[in-house]
Structure formats: C-alpha cells, structure tokens
C-alpha cells in the first residue's frame, strides 16, 4: 500500500509548527517544505478540523482493531489502512531485507548511492521506504513536481525568488539533499514529519517518486544532472519506478536517465518489485473485512486478484467502491476491469507458441476436445491480439515472419500461411462490417489450428519482420526507377521516346530495364549504383548457382550411373 | 535512340501485323465523326501505343505527332496539390491517371472537363488551313486505365457522357476484367493480342535490314521465343544481342534473359529440390529481393508458375496452376502482396511433397 502523494503536506502541517518566517534563500528541500506548509495554511485552513476528525480512525487502523469504525465516513480505505509498519507492507520479506541492508550499507560507506525500485505501480514500493524510514528513523527527503509548479508565484511574490522551472528546482534540491547536511539540520530544528516521536534521526535518504516531466530538449540536462548527483551524493538515493509493462522496465528507460556506466557499476542497484501474492492480498482485503464488519464471499479476494492484476493499491479501491454498493458480487462487472496490457512480445509468443491446457485442472464445462482431440488452447486469442496494443498489419507480419520457424511440417505450414493470406485479404475488404475482426481471430488461430508438430521449444529471437524494411526499401527504389525512367524519356539524347514518361515502372523495370543495362550502360548504370539493392549481387549469385546447378547434375549422373541406369537425359 | 522508338511503325499503312485492327482503325479515322470512345487492351508489348499513336496520325496529321512534356499540378478539394506529367499536342493529351494515387479521381475530372471546354485548334482554325475531313474534336489517350481506383472509374463513366460531343476517349489497359463495366460498355473495345512467334520474327528482321546487319534465322527465333510475344521485348533483346557482339550476330549466340527471370527459375529450382519450413524462409528472402527491385507480385507469380511448370510431372500441372491462379487473384484483390506469395510457394511445397511422398511411398 502506499501513502497517497497529498497526504504528505497536511501531515507535516499537523505535527509542525508553521513557520511563515523561514529563510527563503535556504536549503531548498526545506524552502519545499515550507512552501509547502505556508500554502496550505493559506489554501486549505478550512479543513483543518475535518482532518482532526479523520485522524482517529487512522489511529485505529494502525492497530487493526477495527473497533468503532464500523460507519463510513469520508476516508478512503487506502489512506485508512495505510500500512505503519514494515510486517504489514506486501511486499515480499526477502526484497524488504534486500533494502534495508543496502541502505543500511549506503549511509555507513557512502559506495552505493543509487537505488532504482522497478515494478508496477500500487504494489507498495514506496510504502516500503516510508515504512522503513519510519522504523530505522531515517529523514526523507522528497521532491515533488507540484510544488515548484504550483507554488513558484506565491513564492516570488512572498520571498522574492525568482520563478523557477520544474527542471531547476530538481537541481537545487539535489544539490541540497546530496550534501546530506541541511536536511538533516533543518529537519529537527523544523521538527518534520519524518520525526515524529521526537528520537535521534539516524540518517537520511533522498526518495524519489516522480522525476521532472521530460521534454526532448531537457530530457539530455535532466540526464546529466541525475548522473552527476549519482556520482557525488553522500545521501542514498531511492528511485522508484513503475514505467512498466508486465512488471519490466525498458532498459532504455533507465539508461536515458543515468549513464550506463554507472547504471551498471556498483554505485547503483536495480531491483524489481513483484506484485502482491494472492496470499498477501487476500491477508490485507480480510483485514479491511474485519475492521470494516463487511460480510464477503471468499471469492472475493481471488476475484479481486485477478482483476486488478497484483495492484494492491487498486484492489483496495474497488473493493471499497464495491462494498459501498453493498452488492458484494463476484465477478458482476467489467466495469472495474483495468485493460491488461500484454507486451508485444509476450502476446506474439502466446500465439506462436500455441500452448494448450494439460489435462490437470480440466473444468469440465469450458474443457472440450478439439476434433482430433487435442486439448483446447490455454489463451483466447482475440483477447490476446487485444491487449497487444500491435495494430493489425503489423501482428499479421509478425506471426507471418516468424511461424515457418515454428513448423516441422510443410504442409501444416502451407495451412498456416494460406490462413494468413486468408487473413490479409480480409484486412483489405474494410469496406464489409465485421471483416478486421474475422480478420484477426484468422491471424491468431492459425498457428494453434494447423501446427500439429511444432518444432522443438527453444529460444527465438522474436525480430521486426523484415517485410518492413522491404517495403519502405521498395518505395524508395521506385521513386528512384521513376526518375531514371523519366530522365531517360525527356533528356536531351532521347533514350526513349517520350510515351515513356508516363505510366507506372512495372512495365520498365520487368520489361526494359535489364536490356537497357547492357545496351546503354552508362546512363543506367550510374543511377542504379545508389539503389537499395541486393539485386546488383544477382549477376554472381546467378553464375554461381549455374555452377551449383551443373554440379548437381553431374552428380544426379554419377548416381544414376551407378546405379546403372541408361539413356538419361541431361536436359 | 533505341531500336524500339526508331523503328516505331507511324502510319496505320506501315503496321506490321494484325491487319485486320488497322484497317478497322483506318475505317474510322477517315471518317472522324463516327469515331466512338476506344478502349485497347491486351499484353504489354503487343503495340497498342503504336497503333494509338498511328491512328492520331491519321485523325490529325503532322501535327499530333509534335509532342511536348508538360508538368501539371492539380488540386484536390482538400486542397492537396497533386502533380503528373502529360504528354501534348495541339490535338490531343495523354495522361496516367494512375500516377495521382488515391487523387486519381479528381484528376479525371479536371483533365477531361478542362479538354472538353477548350474547342480543337483544328475546328476552330479557317477553313484553309484545315484538313479535309479532320477530326473537330479533342482525345483525351489515358493509358494503364486498370490502375484507376474504382471511383475514378465511376468519375470516368459519367464524365465520358458529358463531353461526348468535344471529345474522345481512348483508354488503354493490359487487363480489361480490372475495368468496370459501364465504361467498358461505352467504348468500343479493339483487342491487340501478343504477335505470334512469326511475325516477331518479321519484324526482327525488318529492323536488321533497316540498321543492314545480318541476323540469322535461327537467333530471331530464339530471340522471339524468349521474348514471350512482347514485341518491345524481342526488340531490345536484338539490340542487346547486338551490342554484346559489337553487330556480328551468331546463329548460336545465347540470348540473355533479364536479370529478375534468371532469379525466379533459380528460385524455383530452390523449392523443388527441398520442401521444408527453412527453406521456405530462405525462398522469402528471394521474394524480398524481387520486391525491393520492384518486380510487381503478380509477374513474379505468374513467371514462378511458369517456371515451376518445366520440371513437373503432368499430373501436378493442373493443381499446381490452380493455386497459382488462385493467389494472383489474391494479389490483384489486395495490397499485402506478400503473405500471397509466401502462401503460394508453401502450398506449392506442400503440394510437390505429397506428390513425392506418394512416389517413393
């Protein structure tokens, strides 16, 4: 679970004395901070005592007692329920252990300085660090995009400080946070949230949750500016990212950020985060059960699982939103269903791969034989194709491009690829109502309906179909033919006759072009050169077939005269 | 200039075979009036333009044949600005609708309109000037007319009514079926079939006479065999055959194919000594290479099928045709040419091993 982003704020404002006099040209992690509580004074005084009220229900959460708040009142459950210490964060505990111990080595030998947490959103990432700080008594630092934007005029107009881009405040903060000295200065004397029950503050870590929005031309200054905190920062640093698809973050992502030098050394370490188990889920949504007095079917929490995909953040969500209908029913709506994501790659696999149910867990309803009884297939391939996020075209050359390899049977392939072009034709008739989904379910079928001996499970390198490159190579080559055609027709030593300029290249290039190469060679061969083409290669490989031809010939000979067999024809 | 344009027959009297066409087309000119819309079609190289180019001749004199190159930019209603070559005279226009894309329409629209609303010169000229019995109307020769979208063809067909009375139409195409009905039924259609392997022969000779070198009987029949009727073709084959021996022609010589030919019998001598998935995927990067130079999908099945014709068995003939036949419909009904292709070839692998597997069964 994590700490919602707002929360922050009015927390500090309820434990910290305001302090409206606070040095503006300071320690800028400190000036956010006081922004920060200077604008809420200002803004949000009115709720003031709401939040008081809300106060005591969290207290009970904390407790898990449950209690005396069987009444809905406004708070959200994923506040109410906030984890407070690091046994109740979902996060599995050998991860947890993982970072304590890097942290705990960062502050002690200042070597590792960058910790980038990647994994998808709402699983509890952040809510870790927090619950960790908390229990090790460490500072957080933490930066947050909103607070330069928003309160950049407020400030000028009270300390007179120039407005600052979003870019150059995540500058200064990271050079005040690096240093490791003001915060920790600052924050005991402002008396901040992080310290709350008044102890020594032990350390402190920089905490990361959202970087600047990124723009082509500050995305290099963001860069170099991250880096060189990474390489001269005394205070650990925690990155949280959840750029992710399927869990995975795209090395590029990261690489675009920190140097990979340094990316890969030991000053940094990545480290995923998988989503919350069923189990875990299913501890914390009976836990909200209990305190809540709801009376759910069991069902449930499976239900919620897989609905919001390990997303512990949104399963509290719409559980919440659920119970307040007071129809507790399982699987009553997609209408909470979050859009499952498959990567490309992953989605093209299923397809390709064709996996089908082993006969373990067969539900006796869904499970029927396919005629020549094979088990059905474990996917549903419209489904699939849907959540690819690839358009149409592009899956069909993909699965195109890659099933012969798949395939130890020509004549199953030759199935497949007939379905396929099957498929194509009906991606072109998009003038019939219904054609480009018959169109994809064709594509996605093709391979589990023909492939009845696939070839042996290895590895393969799932490329962009070359067919591509082809086309956009094709194109190119007959602008370029249309120009030499045309040049041809209408300079001044009239190769062709003027009839000639019009019309499509096909007839040229089929018919003329390879004669016109011998017979005028020099207009031709010079604008040939900057083709893209292999075809220029043909005249060798021709000869050189011609010789492997002959030497097949020949030895066809030798075994039929060895064979004694008379009077073959060598033609 | 190549031996194609220079010994290009002029005159409808100077055509050197389907007699029949040009006395039909000699008909008509003398008698301009009555000359409907036209409509040619048949195989590249068989001499449509030729007997177009004559017959303006005819219709216009000298003067048709003073061409120029003009470049005109056309703008669609979206105001995308399209540009295409066309070919003038005083008399008529020659454009390649085609060329204009998915503007093909508009482009039409705006050419015939524009022709139609300007009278002939020749009308318009003083009586003394005037050829008896000239044509009083402009032509409008849009040529690969099969390239039209099927709305440009409907813009054709009404715009054909219209201006009927100002001017003519000549369509040319290779693949009439590609043409829609309506405009086909207010032509009138003259089909110029491929020459026969003889009067190429004729007219090889013809022009070894003209250029007074000496080819042997049997090398224009080769040449002529080689060329698969396509006159043009045939033509520059000779030239090539000419250059290569610097004009002293051999009854022996061999006649050079083109390149992409030589590439689909090498190919297809690929798929029948193996029938596997690999080399399958090692056939495709063939059919790339034709792609990439810009071979049209629809000639490379079409020779592939030939090709693979020479070495089978009678028996697989019929099947192997019919798939043939099947996928270069597909290709001509779509625009992912690719996946066509590869299913042909597949299913011609499948098709052979089977026969195989039978043999050795």
Known sequence: ?571 | MLWVDKYRPVKLDDLSYHDTISQRLSSLASNPESMPHLFFYGPAGAGKKTRITALLGSLYGPGASRLKLDKRTFTTPTKRTVELNMITSNYHIEISPGDAGLNDRFVIQDVIKEMASNKNVGASATSSERKSGAATFKTVVLVEVDRLSRQAQAALRRTMEKYASTCRLILVCNNQSKVIEPVRSRCLGIRVAAPTEDEICKVLKSVSINESFMLPDELAINIARESSRNVRRAILMLEACYVQKRGALTKDQPVQKTDWELYINQLAVEITREQTPQRLMAAREKLYELLVNCIPANVIIKTLAKELMKNLDDSLKREVIEWAAFYEHRISLGSKEIFHLEAFVAKFMAVYKKYLNDLFA
Not at chain 1, 164 to 176: C, D, N, Y
């Open chain 1, 1 to 571: 679970m994590k700490l919602g982003r707002k929360q922050l704020p009015r927390r500090r404002k309820a434990t910290g004395p305001l302090r409206l006099d606070w040095p503006a040209v300071g320690a800028s992690q400190d000036l956010v901070g006081t922004k920060d509580l200077v604008s809420f004074s200002l803004e949000e005084s009115a709720f003031v005592p709401v939040r008081r009220k809300q106060k005591r229900p969290r207290k009970n959460a904390v407790s898990h007692t449950g209690g005396d708040t069987s009444s809905h009142d406004n708070a959200l459950w994923i506040d109410r329920y906030n984890p407070q210490c690091i046994a109740d964060v979902c996060v599995a505990p050998k991860k947890v252990q993982e970072v304590r111990q890097w942290i705990q080595s960062a502050m002690k030998d200042h070597v590792h300085k960058l910790l980038i947490l990647v994994g998808s959103p709402g699983i509890g990432k952040s809510t870790m660090i927090r619950c960790l700080a908390k229990e090790n008594r460490w500072s957080i630092s933490e930066w947050n995009e909103t607070f330069s934007n928003q309160y950049s005029a407020l400030n000028s107009a009270m300390h007179s400080v120039d407005q600052q881009s979003s870019l150059s405040s995540f500058q200064e903060f990271l050079r005040q946070a690096g240093t490791g000295y003001h915060s920790l200065t600052f924050e005991s004397s402002s008396n901040s949230s992080t310290k709350q029950d008044g102890s020594q503050i032990s350390g402190s870590i920089i905490l990361l949750e959202s970087l600047p929005t990124q723009h082509e031309s500050t995305q290099m200054r963001l860069r170099e500016l991250f880096t060189e905190h990474v390489r001269t920062t005394s205070v650990p640093t925690v990155l949280i990212f959840s750029d992710v698809l399927e869990g995975k973050h795209k090395r590029e992502d990261l690489e675009s950020l920190v140097d990979p030098n340094l990316l890969y050394s030991d000053l940094c370490l990545i480290l995923q985060i998988q989503p919350c188990t069923k189990q875990n889920m299913k501890r914390v949504l009976s836990l909200i059960v209990r305190a809540e007095r709801l009376s759910v079917p069991s069902s449930i929490y499976e239900d919620l699982h897989e609905r919001s995909n390990g997303d512990l953040r949104s399963a509290i969500t719409t559980f919440q939103y659920e119970a307040m209908g007071q129809s507790m029913t399982v699987k009553n709506t997609d209408t909470t269903n979050r859009d499952r994501r498959l990567s490309p790659f992953h989605a093209l696999g299923k397809l390709l791969y064709a996996k089908r149910v082993t006969g373990a867990h067969k539900d006796p309803l869904s499970w029927w034989k396919w005629k020549d009884d094979r088990p059905p297939i474990d996917f549903n391939p419209e489904n699939v194709l849907e959540h690819s996020g690839i358009e149409q075209f592009g899956t069909l050359s993909f699965l195109e491009h890659h099933s012969p390899d798949f395939f130890s049977d020509i004549s199953e392939l030759s199935d497949t690829l007939a379905t396929f072009s099957d498929s194509a034709l009906l991606m072109d008739c998009s003038s019939i109502s219904g054609s480009q989904n018959a169109a994809a379910s064709l594509a996605g079928r093709a391979v589990a309906a023909f492939n009845r001996h696939p070839r042996a499970n290895k590895f393969r390198q799932l490329s962009a179909p070359k067919i591509f490159e082809v086309n956009r190579n094709r194109r190119e080559n007959e602008v370029h033919l249309r120009h030499l055609h045309h040049s041809l027709s209408t300079n001044r030593s009239n190769e062709l006759s003027l009839h000639s300029a019009l019309g499509a290249t096909s007839h040229f290039v089929s018919d003329s072009l390879s004669f016109l190469r011998r017979i005028i060679p020099e207009s031709i061969d010079l604008s040939l050169n900057t083709m893209h083409s292999r075809f220029r290669l043909i005249d060798k490989s021709i000869s050189s077939s011609n010789d492997a031809k002959t030497g097949l010939l020949k030895e066809q000979q030798q075994v039929l005269l060895d064979d004694d067999i008379g009077d073959f024809d060598s033609e």
